[in-house]
């Protein structure tokens, strides 16, 4: 570094920049809100439901083990897609009735299997968490992920 | 240890590493569960383990970040800190939040979204114990000199406190919750955190090399404003697959790749003074931390994040075992190491005696460093197997799990020798203080007596 450059120099740009660069990423943060509320995601079909159930993923803390939309932990099975995965789309009720027996069954309690816990989940809550789960499969990620697998 | 009040780091220091032990015994635990899954899957279910094990990760960074400050603030400023009892005091109430916030976990009382699940009143108390912090060490800054580090490490912990706040918005649209979780996570640990990293980087480097201040604090303003430039919008590259616009996939790119260039400025920087002082401090495990946490943060966030970065690669390898690598890296080489570093600097001083234990010490470095790196071997290659079996194959999670078993064991001798070399380091650090003396000097002190 030349004795040219300054250490006031190096100052301003630093803070200058930073200011700079955060300012745009807040102006594209504004962009991106009006575009995830209108166009990526299903306004007219985020009920209350919908909103209850995501509350059913928070409170059993679903996140750390599995992922969704590809955050999370990662030992378990993505979810963002697992109302694709168990047909939901063409049979939505079949898919209810599918993970109703699945949260019921749980723990699978078999050795050398990676066992998911039992919550104790009502009927409603599962039904308001399969809500959430069928709202979230149909968010437009980019045609993210790659497979059906998840 | 110029100022007496620089002591309450030694208090901070101390629950930093117990929580530090916390998080690597739940660490093992975890990596067990991988391996052998029935392990207490009723009593501890994988969940509750995994939320122990990165909030006290988090915490206990936090901890010694606030221990640093109060260890450095003083010396940079030349004046005692404004109130070390209001520092205890802080100490105290963040502890008895995390402790609280650990035991509530495990009787499932959470919230639920990854990293913040601590339940609201221990945010409130979060954010309490923040400005108690600011307030704090922002009245010592301004009744003593203002250096370039002080500045920097204060901008960098406002900025913590600042985006923290976000953490307290949940809205029901999950693609919003998950842009605004970003403002915490991501411009906590690729933005303000790399402030306080480079501050605490560039003051071990003039006193352990004695290099002119003025360099270095030039060197200091270039690292942080090449994070900042590149790691704002490097945000965008969370903002691939959550329903965010497509734009961000040339903007994350683009910034997040720039975001390697700060981590291989403070390994030129690190170097470029020990190499230029010529000068050999005493403290030789303080230096190998310090010189080891520029390098490992370079290839752990530096590397391994570029390694998947670039938005066509990362519509494959996302939330693989590829994202778990570069995470435990990451931290370890950024932030974990920062802290060994800062702490195994500053305790001969805290505790009085000339620098002690150095051959454990710097065991332990090769030890917890081997182990992560080899920990991050494996889940790499973990990682790159699932992706082609899972994104490209198609084949269902758990069958490709059965698949990489194998890594996973790997993964947990990795973890293995982590916890040992943490157990040794904790000994050095706090066991019986032993003077390590060059053969030359102990043995002319015997001829004398």
Known sequence: MTERFTKAAARNIFYGGSLFFFATFIALTALSHNYVVNTSTDKKTLSEAVVRGKHVWEKNSCINCHTLLGEGAYFAPELGNVWLRYGGDKDPEGAVMALKSWMAAQPSGIEGRRQMPQFHLTEGEVEDLAAFLEWTSRINTQNWPPKLSG | ?449
């Open chain 2, 1 to 449: 240890m110029k100022y007496e009040s620089q002591k309450v780091a030694l208090y901070y220091f101390a629950a930093a590493m117990g929580l530090f032990g916390v998080q690597i015994l739940v660490g093992l635990l975890a990596g067990t569960v991988y391996v052998l899954p029935n392990t207490l899957s009723e009593l501890l279910p994988f969940n509750i383990i995994r939320m122990i094990h990165t909030n006290a990760l988090i915490v206990w960074l936090l901890i010694g970040f606030f221990g640093a400050a109060y260890y450095l603030v003083p010396e940079e400023a030349e004046t005692e800190l404004h109130s070390p009892k209001l520092a205890l005091i802080q100490l105290g109430l963040f502890v008895f939040g995390a402790l609280a916030a650990v035991v509530g976990y495990v009787f499932r009382i959470h919230e639920g979204r990854e990293f913040l699940e601590q339940p609201l009143w221990i945010k409130a108390a979060i954010v309490v114990v923040a400005l108690m912090f600011l307030y704090n060490i922002t009245l010592t800054v301004l009744k003593g000199r203002r250096t370039v580090i002080t500045n920097i490490l204060l901008v960098g912990m406002w900025g913590i406190a600042v985006f923290f706040l976000f953490s307290f918005y949940n809205p029901g649209n999950l693609s919003l919750d998950k842009m605004y979780w970003w403002y915490v996570v991501h411009l906590w640990v690729e933005g303000v955190w790399e402030l306080v990293l480079a501050s605490i980087l560039a003051f071990l480097m003039i006193k352990m090399t004695g290099v002119d201040r003025e360099v270095v604090e030039k060197w200091l303003y270039a690292m942080v404003g090449l994070a900042l430039f590149s790691g704002i919008l490097g945000t965008g590259h969370h903002y691939y697959w959550i329903g965010t616009p497509g734009y961000w996939q040339w903007i994350g790119s683009l910034f997040s790749t720039l975001e390697v260039a700060p981590f291989f400025t403070m390994v030129v920087f690190a170097f470029m003074m020990v190499w230029k002082s010529g000068r050999r401090h005493p403290n030789k495990a303080a230096m190998l931390w310090s010189l080891g946490c520029a390098v490992f943060a370079f290839f752990g966030a530096g590397l391994w994040g570029f390694l998947h970065t670039l938005a066509p690669i990362n519509y494959y390898t996302h939330g693989t075992q590829v994202t778990a690598a570069h995470g435990h890296l990451a931290f370890y080489g950024a932030y974990a190491m920062i802290n060994l570093a800062i702490i195994t600097y500053a305790m001969p001083y805290l505790r009085g005696r000339a620098p002690y234990n150095q051959t454990l010490n710097i065991w332990s470095f090769w030890l917890m460093s081997g182990g992560m790196a080899f920990m991050t071997f494996a889940l790499t290659a973990a990682g790159i197997v699932q992706t082609h079996l899972q994104r490209v194959m198609g084949l269902g999670y758990m069958e490709v799990q059965e698949q990489i078993a194998m890594f996973y064991w790997l993964r947990l001798g990795g973890g293995v020798a982590v916890g040992i070399g943490m157990l040794v380091y904790l000994y050095a650090i706090f066991g019986p203080a032993r003077e390590d003396r060059p053969v030359a000097i102990a043995g002319g002190m015997q001829a004398a007596e």
